[in-house]
Nanobody, 115 residues
């Protein structure tokens, strides 16, 4: 199991921006793919974005054009740049890795978009 440390959450106004980071332990092979889920109050957990060496990046429709997922050169840290934030983006955001054999999760970081 990969250990993940998330940071960058906080309180922002609608239209603002945040950049989430998630640093993973282990090698790039053990880490595999990296991405983000989120869970809003009273809602089920929702997949948001993924970055993969084969197919690149993919996003849920609701964040396309606003969010950008990326990784550093070592492929051990994933970022989620969130622009034009909306109140409906308010959620706990969870980083994850998927090696093809096991799924690992971060502890979650709170993102609140409110006036």
């Amino acid at each position: 199991q990969v250990q993940l440390v998330e940071s960058g959450g906080g309180l922002v106004q609608p239209g603002g921006s945040l950049r989430l980071s998630c640093a993973a332990s282990g090698t790039s092979s053990s880490i595999g793919d990296m991405g983000w889920y989120r869970q809003a109050p009273g809602k089920q957990r929702e997949w948001v974005a993924i970055i993969n060496s084969r197919f690149g990046t993919r996003y849920v429709d609701s964040v396309k054009g606003r969010f950008t997922i990326s990784r550093d050169s070592t492929k051990t840290t994933v970022y989620l740049q969130m622009n034009s934030l909306k109140p409906e983006d308010t959620a706990v955001y969870y980083c994850y890795t998927d090696s093809g054999l096991i799924r690992s999760w971060g502890q979650g970081t709170q993102v609140t978009v409110s006036s």
